[in-house]
């Protein structure tokens, strides 16, 4: 289970094996040429025409001169190598299957520190890796090397020490699993009484669960449980299973019919239990379930309802404790398993100790803040998928808590007097109201489906675009003046909301803001606030904000392409096709810095114009442009973009690049042909209305 097979170039031996009573050979690769010392049979394929002559006859292992069986089993594929295979049962997981359903004799060759023993002959005490080199030198001085060539195949390394893995038999406890499964299939696979967040890995579990294998608790380390098994003699059955050794003695006395039994001829098994099969119990364990069953604790909190962790052990731990679960207290452990992604370096490689590949989580947190490090994190990693690590996703992270700060210090800065409410403001604070209340809805729902980064996104748009970008700039007073006490109010009432939705994502900093806001007692901090619930709000005021939005930004434009500076007071006309509510009139007029917004019935000649859906919006430039200046520069822009248009179209009437160039890249080419087309149409529009 711990086994990560990594691809490796290293040698293909081809091996002769002479039939026995003949002077024939086979012909059979291998890439650990000294495990022929545990060889116990050679395996054709039934159905393989070329070594019908075979079945029944006998081979000689090379060196050790051991006579062993052939046998035949569909099991060996017929398109592989020579079609030949040698079975070692001691020393490779297959060939022990296929041993065990052949009653092959099974010859483990290893020592404990992966030296041969004595089946190794004369090898024996020499580690494997040293007798590969020399066996090889031996096989080919007896030409029973037939050849030698370079392969790259997988091979099996420890993932903790990266040394490679020798498959070897040896005796281990298991727990049978085909039974105490069973509830764990029906619980997330039928019934779905437990859900995993995201569905997608129901087929990873659906894998692991319906081919399930019998559980290997058995682990040789020197620390951990230590497996409760006592032995009473030297023979593998005997001993017996006790929680305490002097338990353990009574058992070994009964089942051995040896009364003069002491607990010093016990011998406790020296192995240790899989770390999971401790950890299996934690839903349990964490309310002291185990030793007392019924404590109020255990009886309140089991079933838990939700568990977060990592997709890599959904099998390891998740399952099992599902298994536990069910088996120990006859019920699920949680409802909901919400798997994260990992978080993986720019290489791809999982973030581990023992990679060295981890960022400091110290230094980031001083670099970005730590709440900048989790905002970071969090936007970039949906639910379930990996998140390549990079710093500049905390630095995002830090910019939005300096956004957040700025917006504090703008409003703690503002001057509060007894003046009446604009109309702008009053509305801006409806429609903020109505915008947080659908936000809301939406971060319900992405948190009922376990998109916790889907739902910070949706905050952090609430908080950058419509609370500072929008709010704060449609009800900030004129430079110098002050602001009313309802709207003061109203902009402090919707920025806590707003601190509520960002707490669990940046703690530090909203809790400082809202201490901040106003004077506030230990028992009315933020993280023991009340949680905003939805409301019912407008959503037509939502719409015909989003269209108030557009037609602020098409002025934005004009002044942007014009250099008409903000102070500049324009007038806009709207030919009003259609028929939108004028409730946003106020908020535009000071949005755009306009001095008033007229209905017109035909279109203005010589205005800057711009379109929202079906209407038309116009602003005459009056004074506000140097006619002579814009002429210029819009004439400049149609003779580029006229040079423009000749290359693309020079391009276009070669009927070489035509026919031979791909139909997306002439696609290309036909879409830049229009859009210059389109660009300088415009440009001549605007030209002709100037110079009238």
């Known amino acids: 289970e711990e086994v990560i097979y990594e691809e490796r170039q290293g ?52 060196i050790c001169n051991r006579v062993i069986p052939i046998i035949e089993d569909e099991y060996v594929d017929v398109e592989f190598g020579t079609g030949c295979l040698k079975v070692t049962p001691a020393h490779d997981p297959n060939d022990k299957v296929l041993g065990d359903k052949h009653q092959l004799e099974v010859i483990d060759i290893f020592n404990d520190d992966a030296t041969l023993n004595s089946y190794g002959l004369h090898y024996a005490g020499k580690d494997r890796f040293v007798v590969r080199k020399e066996i090889v030198a031996e096989l080919e001085a007896k030409d029973l090397l037939a050849k030698k060539e370079t392969y790259t195949n997988k091979v099996g390394t420890s993932e903790r020490t990266k040394a490679v893995i020798e498959p070897r038999l040896s005796d281990q406890w298991f727990l049978k699993m085909d039974t105490l499964i069973q509830p764990a299939i029906k619980a997330v696979l039928e019934d779905e009484s437990i859900k995993l967040y995201p569905k997608k890995f129901e087929n990873t579990y659906r894998h692991w669960v319906e081919n399930v294998r019998d559980w290997n608790i058995s682990r040789q380390l020197w620390w951990g449980q230590q497996i409760p098994a006592y032995y009473y003699g030297e023979g593998k059955n005997q001993f017996v299973v006790a929680e305490t050794k002097a338990e353990a003695l009574v058992l070994a006395k009964e089942k051995s019919g040896n009364i003069h039994l002491t607990e010093a001829d016990l011998r406790q098994d020296e192995d240790a239990l899989d770390t999971w099969f401790s950890s299996w119990l934690w839903p349990m364990s964490v309310f002291n379930g185990i030793l007392e069953p019924n404590n109020p604790e255990i009886e309140y909190y089991y079933p838990t309802n939700d568990l977060v962790t990592g997709p890599d052990i959904l099998f390891f731990w998740v399952t099992r404790m599902i298994v536990a679960g069910f088996e120990y207290k006859g019920a699920r452990p949680f409802s ?32 970005y803040g730590a709440d900048g490090v989790r905002v970071g994190l969090l936007l970039s990693s949906a639910a379930g998928n990996d998140l390549l690590f990079d710093e500049a996703l905390c630095q995002q992270g830090k910019g939005f808590g300096n956004k957040l700060w700025n917006a504090f210090q703008l409003v703690k800065g503002w001057q509060v007097d007894a003046v009446d409410q604009p109309a702008a403001s009053k509305l801006a604070l409806q429609w903020f109201d109505a915008k947080f209340n659908a936000v809301l809805t939406e971060v319900e729902d992405h948190f009922e489906k376990y998109r916790i980064s889907d739902a910070l996104m949706a905050i952090y748009k609430l908080a950058w675009d419509d609370f500072c970008a929008w709010l704060l700039e449609m009800v900030k007073p004129e430079y110098g003046k002050p602001m009313d006490k309802a709207t003061y109010e109203g902009v402090v009432a919707a920025f806590e909301n707003l601190l509520k939705l960002l707490h669990p994502f940046m703690p530090f900093l909203t809790e400082e803001i809202w201490q901040s806001l106003a004077p506030r007692t230990p028992e009315q901090a933020l993280i023991v606030a009340t949680y905003p619930t939805v409301q019912p709000y407008d959503e037509k005021l939502l719409a015909e904000f989003d269209f108030a939005a557009e037609v602020i930004a098409g002025i934005r434009t004009v002044r942007k392409e014009k250099n008409i500076p903000f102070k500049t007071p324009l007038s806009l006309s709207v030919l009003n096709k259609e028929q939108i509510s004028n409730r946003f009139d106020a908020v535009i007029t000071k949005m ?15 205005a800057m114009s711009f379109r929202v859906k079906a209407n038309e919006y116009f602003i005459p430039m009056g004074g506000a442009v140097n006619v002579e200046e814009e002429l210029k520069k819009l004439q400049e822009e149609l003779t580029y ?14 009927e070489k690049f035509v026919n031979s160039a791909p139909a997306q890249v002439v696609d290309i080419e036909r879409k830049k042909e229009a859009d210059a087309l389109a660009k300088i149409a415009t440009i001549e529009k605007a030209i002709d209305t100037l110079s009238k």
């Open 336 to 367: 909901n398993v919400y798997l994260t992604g990992l978080v993986r370096d720019k290489q791809r490689r999982k973030m581990s100790k023992s990679l060295g590949n981890s960022p400091d989580a110290l230094k980031l947190i001083a670099d």
């Open 592 to 606: 755009g810095g306009l001095e008033a917004i007229a209905e017109v019935s035909a279109a203005i000649e010589g």
């Open 11 to 62: 040698f293909l031996y081809h091996l002769k094996y002479q039939i026995e009573g003949t002077n024939e050979y086979l012909i059979i690769a291998t890439t650990r040429p000294e495990t022929i010392f545990g060889d116990t049979a050679i395996c054709i394929n039934p159905n393989d025409e070329r070594w019908q002559h075979l079945k029944g006859k006998k081979a000689i292992v090379p």
């Open 641 to 654: 973009t006229q040079g423009f248009l000749t290359s693309v179209r020079k391009k276009l009437s070669n």
